[in-house]
């Protein structure tokens, strides 16, 4: 299960930076 969970967290993650990125660029 904890693997299973990691991958869905580092995408969360990533989503997230990716939305302040765009934040930032706007």
């Not at 904890?2 to 660029?25: A, R």
Request: aromatic share 4%.
């Amino acid at each position: 299960v904890g693997i299973q969970h990691k991958p869905s967290e580092m995408k969360l993650k990533t989503s997230n930076f990716v939305c302040v990125n765009v934040q930032k660029n706007q």
